[in-house]
Structures are given as C-alpha cells and as structure tokens.
C-alpha cells in the first residue's frame, strides 16, 4: 500500500511540475490575445476615483495612440485597438481587453474591417450581432457602453473592386444608432464631423481615405472627450 501511494505522489509530482512549465502556446491566437496580455497585467485595476475608459476597436484606434499618444496617457484612457481585426475578434478578446480591466466604460468602434472583406464577406447584420453581443457583456459588467457610428469611407484602398461602401457603412451606422437608442446605450459619432460630399473621409483629415492623419485625429478627440464628459462625468 506505501509502494502505491508513494508512485502515486511521485507521479503526481511529475505531472504537476510538468504543468507548471508548460508555456501558452499562440501559435493560432487569432484573435491576438497576446498582444495586450503582458499590458493589461502590468496596468492593473483602476486607482481610487480613476475613471478608465477602454478604446476596442481595428486600426483605427491602434494608429491613434501611434499618432498622438499623449492623449492616452494624460487620461485613463487605455487603447486596445488591434489593425486589421473584425467584430467577431473583438468579441474574442472582449474579456481579457475591457472586462478584466474594470474601466467605468467602453468604446466600441467595430465594422470596417467586416465591410472591407479582410476576412472575406460579412454581412451587417453580423457585424450587428456582434456589436450587440460585446454591448452586453459590458453591461452585465456594469461598464457604460459607448457605440461608434463608423467613421466616412467612400473606398477601400486595398479592395477598390468592393462597391457600395459609402452607403453600406451608412447602413451599418443607422442601425448601430438603432439598437443604441433601444437599449439608452450613448452613440458617439465619428461619421458626421469626417465626411465629405462623396460620403468618403475630407482629405484634410485622411490619409488614405480611411484612416484619420492627426488632424483626424484631433476632431475626433473633441467629439470623443464630449461624449465621456456625458457618459461618466470627469
């Protein structure tokens, strides 16, 4: 009986340290979990009275704190932009990028990528769904949920054969809009102050027609800081 027990403690032993140097592998993170891990671990959870808010989006968001990185770091705003991501990503990282770090709110700017086929054909009401599902979970949180109307592209540099897509963002933008107001979720709009007479970016605040250069980038800060002064207060 000590025989079995003592292979039983010597095997366990084994398995257990084996565990313990076992290293994640994300060799097929698709939906960049990696990216912010180390990030999100050395910033912790909000200070006393730190009123965070989380920026969940594509590269839209991640070229924003490339670009004026101050803005970021003179609030507790934390950016979890990753370029080239689409809805169901952000969805994925939902938890490890906004619920875990407690923020008061979220902004979530999703849809683009969707549109523009990086990922091959999604339909808005796909895009929809995973808005509303991300929107829910921050609410169960309790983190106030700010939904974007996305920003003016006329087209997409890289997908010029795509048609439609001034007015399939439009689409997307009303029924974000929609579902915000069914649900008292605040709408912050991007696409009002960006757009020009085609429906696409004013080449004053581009850089190739979908995404903002620092000028861009500093309206959208105006309309940004305005609408969390609403949400949350300062």
Not at 121 to 131: D, F, G, K, P, Q
Not at 137 to 149: D, E, F, G, S, Y
Request: glycine residues 6%; positive net charge; proline residues 3%.
């Amino acid at each position: 009986m000590k025989i079995i027990l003592s292979l039983f403690i010597f095997v366990t032993s084994v398995y257990t340290l084996q565990a313990q140097n076992l290293k994640e592998d994300f060799s097929d993170d698709w939906a960049a979990l990696s990216k912010y891990k180390k990030e999100n671990e050395s910033i912790g959870l909000p200070k006393k009275r730190e009123k965070r808010v989380v920026f969940l989006g594509s590269s839209i968001f991640e070229f924003w704190k490339q670009k004026d990185p101050e803005y970021f770091s003179n609030n507790a705003y934390v950016d979890r932009g990753i370029s080239g991501q689409i809805s169901p990503q952000l969805l994925i990282r939902f938890r490890q990028d906004v619920i875990n770090l407690k923020p008061k709110a979220v902004i979530i700017l999703a849809g683009s990528n969707d549109l523009a086929g990086n990922k091959g054909h999604v339909s808005n009401e796909t895009i929809l769904n995973n808005i509303k599902s991300m929107a829910e979970l921050a609410k169960k949180n309790r983190i106030k949920v700010i939904l974007c109307k996305y920003l003016p592209v006329y087209e997409y540099p890289w997908n010029k054969s795509l048609k439609g897509t001034a007015e399939q963002i439009i689409s997307l933008n009303e029924a974000i809009v929609a579902y915000a107001e069914s649900k008292n979720f605040t709408v912050l709009d991007y696409f009002t102050p960006l757009v020009d007479e085609r429906n696409g970016q004013k080449a004053v605040y581009t850089t190739d027609g979908v995404h903002p250069n620092l000028a861009g980038y500093k309206v959208m800060e105006i309309v940004t800081d305005e609408v969390i002064r609403k949400t949350i207060g300062k």
